[in-house]
């Protein structure tokens, strides 16, 4: 809990620097800091707490977030212009902090769609999935044909229907790790238990061929897809003629599922952060933690992603790692984006973003830090490759890029059966068929942009509410929006374009 009273925030008794609460002008005298403020500095930016030498460790959260480029006065602004990311050993420490969280035994539900394969759905959409960008288009006409044929008006428990839709699917090898990312990608959401049904629509003579999709087997348990190519039907009219038989045959399969009471267990909760601010690491992040620690504990599941923004904080999950395994799977997939980076002409300090600078965060280092606390404390149970399904409960990680719509992309795919997001400068997306709930991490944000956000942890820093009960607001939330209450994404219509599968190797 932050005193409301308060002008800046130290969260470490190791720290160097402390966190502005406010714009504060030059000259401001400071409780904690031993000088006047040299200059103005901007709500969320960093204060020198005391003098820090040339080349010394700058600390915040009690971590280190990068060395000072040049001698640093008490009371001095800590940014772009002398604070840099050295080089820098981290302990792993495999599996030494792994203590289980106590389990909650409670008789906690929400109503859901239950599925054949015994996964739970939050939402009952029909899914028109694409194996390629050239089917994108027709995909599209389908669903835009059956709007306006009103063909779900004899099906009102099905949701609507999503054309899922995308910029790759040929152009590609067959054989190699960008093939097998977008064919895990493609299957996870063809299972996934948001969708009662599945049409999926190729070209025909694309790399990811719809046969090699289907496999010869049910990737449904419950029957609900059906396939087609376009030059195999004759072309786009027929295509879309074919289209809407089908759709309304899965139709009548998907309205059958109704919302019946599911244990709080069976929500998988994707964790994502993006437009991160100096407010993250200490409202949102925290308080989504808390929640995911109690959902964890009512043996649900939680996906940590973004591995390019967990990148310096990486030994803080090694240490929570289940065993020692599993912490050294998380490091090859460190080592694997460090080699990545390098071959693209990268680097992994290529983060924060220009908005990320302007809310007050200045390296990777300081930015993974406050990612991190989305995942709480509980010990990581797995790593998973992007769109892997994740099979086991608790606290997980799946490996993908820290561009949001790809990332959620992967996370869904895996099984995500919602989505929360936090965000300081204000990213507006969502999430079609998983539901996106949005966490301000600071009031004025929320202020201005209240019809998109879900929820309010400025307040822990303006009002004194605790990280605890925004934590326990937010779980509260998780099984009411899993029960069918709309987000604010939901409510204004996103999710069309917000399909992004890891385009990984040499398009051809």
């Known amino acids: 809990m932050t005193d409301p009273a308060s002008d800046i925030i130290r969260l470490h008794a190791r720290d160097n620097v402390a966190i502005a609460l ?19 500095i901007a709500r969320g930016h960093k204060i020198a707490s005391a003098p820090i030498g040339a080349g010394q460790n700058v600390l915040r ?45 409670s008789d906690r539900t929400f109503q859901g769609f239950h599925r054949a394969d015994g996964r739970v759905g939050t939402r009952n959409y029909i899914g028109i999935l694409t194996s ?48 097998a990312t977008l064919f895990r990608t493609l299957a996870g959401y063809a299972q996934h238990p948001n969708f009662g049904g599945i049409l999926l629509i190729g070209l025909g003579c694309e790399v990811m061929q719809v046969s090699d999709l ?9 029957g609900a897809l059906r396939y087609m190519t376009i030059q195999n039907e004759g072309g786009t009219r027929r295509t879309i003629e074919r289209g809407l ?16 009471p599911a244990p709080v267990s069976q929500i998988t909760v994707g964790m994502q952060c993006g437009g991160s601010d100096g407010y993250s690491g200490i409202t949102a992040n925290p308080a989504l933690g808390f929640a995911s620690d109690l959902l964890v504990r009512h043996g649900g599941t939680t996906i940590l992603s973004e591995t ?35 071959r693209n002409g990268g680097e992994m300090d290529n983060n924060p973003s220009p908005g990320n600078k302007r809310g007050g965060l200045t390296t990777i280092l300081e930015k993974s830090l406050g990612a991190v606390a989305k995942g709480g404390t509980a010990p990581l149970r797995d790593v998973y490759r992007f769109g892997e399904i994740v099979e086991k409960k608790g ?17 869904v ?89 890891w385009q990984i190797g040499a398009v051809m």
């Open 214 to 222: 289907v496999g010869g087997r049910p990737i449904r348990a419950d």
């Open 61 to 105: 959260y009690g971590q280190i977030i990068g060395q000072a480029k040049a001698e640093i006065a008490a009371g001095e602004h800590v940014h772009v212009h002398n604070l840099g990311m050295g080089a820098h050993q981290q302990d792993y420490g495999f599996a030494s902090q792994n203590t289980p969280l106590p389990t909650i035994d």
């Open 308 to 342: 390019s923004e967990i990148y310096g904080a990486e030994h803080l999950l090694t240490r929570r790692a289940e065993t020692v395994e599993v912490g050294q799977k998380l490091i090859e997939r460190i080592c694997w984006w460090e080699e990545y980076t390098a």
């Open 413 to 501: 795919a895996s099984g995500s059966n919602l989505i929360v997001f936090t965000t300081g400068r204000g990213s507006v997306s969502g999430y079609q068929p998983t539901p996106c709930i949005k966490l301000a991490t600071n009031s004025e944000m929320y202020g201005r942009m209240a019809d998109d956000m879900d929820l309010n942890c400025g307040d822990i820093v303006t009002d004194g509410v605790s990280i605890e009960a925004k934590g326990e607001e937010l779980f509260e939330m998780l099984i009411r929006v899993a029960s069918g209450q709309q987000t604010k994404s939901e409510e204004l219509g996103f999710g069309g374009v917000e399909f992004v599968p």
């Open 395 to 411: 606290f997980v990680f799946m490996d993908s890029p820290g561009f949001d719509p790809c990332s959620v992309t992967g996370q």
């Open 245 to 260: 038989q089908k759709l309304r045959g899965i139709a009548a399969l998907a309205n059958s599922a109704k919302r019946k």
């Open 132 to 179: 390629v960008n050239c089917s994108g288009s027709v995909a599209r006409f389908v669903a835009e044909a059956a709007e306006r044929a009103g063909l779900l008006d004899d099906f009102p428990n099905v949701d609507g229907i999503v054309p899922i839709v995308h910029g790759t699917g040929c152009g590609m090898s067959a054989r190699d790790e960008g093939y």
């Open 22 to 40: 406010r714009d504060l002008p030059a000259g401001a005298e400071l409780a904690g800091i031993p000088a006047p403020l040299v200059s103005g």
